[in-house]
């Protein structure tokens, strides 16, 4: 994924590469991935939320609230 355009300039090539920005560790499970969704809606990026397998609770009431906002 990405973008390359050949001669910008005399000998001058550009990359652009897109790489996810980060993972969210559990022990947070509601406040990084707010501190983080609206950076990553407002600069057009996908947002993924992978709620924990033992307790998806603040997972689940984010996406409640997403929905109910009309963000899906």
Do not use: H, Q
């Not at 509601?30 to 990553?40: H, Y």
Request: with cysteine.
């Amino acid at each position: 994924m990405g973008e390359y355009v050949p001669n910008v300039s005399n000998g001058v090539d550009t990359y652009s590469v897109r790489e996810p920005i980060g993972v969210c560790p559990f022990n947070f499970p509601a406040m990084i991935p707010l501190w983080m969704f609206p950076v990553a809606v407002t600069c057009g990026n996908t947002f993924v939320l992978k709620p924990s397998e033992k307790d998806p609770g603040a997972s689940v009431m984010l996406a409640e609230l997403a929905m109910e906002a009309g963000l899906t």
